[in-house]
């Protein structure tokens, strides 16, 4: 009896190594292939999850960038320097809160498009910053422009970054730029956030482990992962083979779209991800749901207070809206920049309807053009660049209320 057993065991252990060492030939040769062939390796597309890049937890924003950080990021088929400075802000130098008489101090607040998923120097703050002084640089006028783009952050994180930062600077104009992952953002943050007496925030504690692996963010929701699609992802983002048969599978996902450039987002997404996201904060539908409009209205009451509170201070602000590629095939609704705009109207400052501004531009042409292949949410260089010109354009256009005069 003990020799069949050990007989079994040896049979299952021999199996086992059999079928070890066959997925390890299957990506040892997966490398080799996109060693010679690096153009066939797949485009990772960054799931934002609750923990993503180089973000250390904040008992007050929830998270923010690691301080004082240097490193390289290999994202959407490029590797770019980032660092951050010690306010945490996407600077290659520290802030100082006293600022010379003839410094006129911008903010730009955002999330990761603002943070710019290009190298430095390319992104828009950067180029902004850099025409503005071409331009007073003849009357002695020093413009600086900070980047306080975080990934993944939203309307209620913005009115706490201004609150407990960026006040202490003492800044001129602060530059509101909502994603339209904003509002659907909100949603997750508001589970956590604390608010005092008149509904204003106070702060969004930082998400504990067990949900931090649980939700990943997607453009209309959070979405909650099974273990085995946690797994999923592990594989994903680790093996090479695993994306090369992504790659082969994924006709099967396109089944569940309608739009060739929608489907630039989703199509390396496995086919489970939209099946239960929470989309009732989903602003990117054509038809919007009484929750939908209640959850915008929330989102837009605390851009609201955002603008009050720089106001109340004595800070010149203005807003806009980061458009998405699929805004402009009419796969997804534009009426989020709408909505911004009629924001904007209603606490009487400046807005850019940085879609339509862009029209003209992005209007037919193919994702690739100006954002990244996997990821139609983002802008690339080009992108970065012609977004530079519109801010450009719209602040000069309000030079008088935006802009040293």
Not at 162 to 174: A, F, T
Not at 314 to 333: E, I
Request: hydrophobic fraction near 40%.
């Amino acid at each position: 009896m003990t020799s069949k057993l050990n007989t079994v065991l040896r049979n299952v252990l021999f199996t086992i190594l059999i079928v070890f060492a066959f997925f390890v030939c299957l990506e040892l040769l997966a490398r080799g292939v996109i060693g010679i062939f690096p153009s066939m390796r797949p485009e990772q597309i960054m799931l934002p999850t609750l923990q993503d890049g180089p973000i250390v937890s904040d008992n007050i924003l929830n998270h923010k960038w690691v301080p004082s950080l240097r490193t390289s990021i290999c994202e959407r088929g490029i590797k770019y320097d980032f660092f951050t400075n010690a306010q945490s802000w996407v600077e290659n130098y520290d802030i100082q809160i006293e600022k010379d008489p003839n410094v006129y101090r911008i903010f730009y607040v955002g999330d990761s498009n603002v943070q710019g998923v290009v190298p430095y120097g390319k992104n828009m703050v950067e180029l902004v910053e850099k025409q503005l002084n071409d331009i007073y640089a003849v009357q002695g006028t020093k413009i600086e422009v900070i980047n306080t783009g975080t990934s993944s952050y939203s309307t209620i994180l913005y009115y706490l970054l201004i609150k407990e930062q960026i006040l202490k600077y003492s800044p001129d104009l602060v530059i509101i730029n909502v994603d339209m992952s904003d509002v659907p953002n909100d949603i997750l943050y508001r589970k956590r956030l604390i608010t005092d007496a008149q509904g204003n925030p106070l702060a969004v504690p930082p998400f504990q482990l067990a949900e931090k692996e649980r939700y990943v963010m997607t453009p209309h929701g959070i979405l909650e992962l099974s273990f085995w699609h946690r797994w999923q992802l592990v594989l994903y983002k680790h093996l090479v083979f695993y994306q090369l048969m992504s790659e082969v599978l994924k006709p099967a996902s396109r089944a569940l779209f309608n739009d060739e450039h929608a489907l630039v987002y989703t199509e390396r997404w496995l086919t489970w991800h939209n099946r239960s996201a929470d989309n009732s904060a989903d602003w990117l539908k054509h038809e919007w749901t009484d929750i939908i409009r209640k959850n915008v209205a929330h989102s837009m009451n605390v851009l609201g207070k955002t603008i009050d509170l720089l106001r109340m201070n004595g800070v010149k602000v203005a807003v806009t809206g980061v458009p998405w590629h699929p805004q402009y095939t009419g796969f997804w609704s534009a009426k989020p920049h709408t909505i911004l705009s009629n924001t904007a109207k209603k606490h009487g400052i400046p807005y850019l309807n940085s879609c339509e501004a862009l029209k003209d531009s992005i209007l037919g042409t193919p994702v690739t053009e100006y954002y990244w292949k996997s990821d139609p949410t983002h802008f690339n260089e080009k992108g970065n660049r012609h977004w530079a010109r519109v801010q450009l354009e719209f602040l000069l256009k309000n030079r008088k209320s935006l802009l040293p005069y």
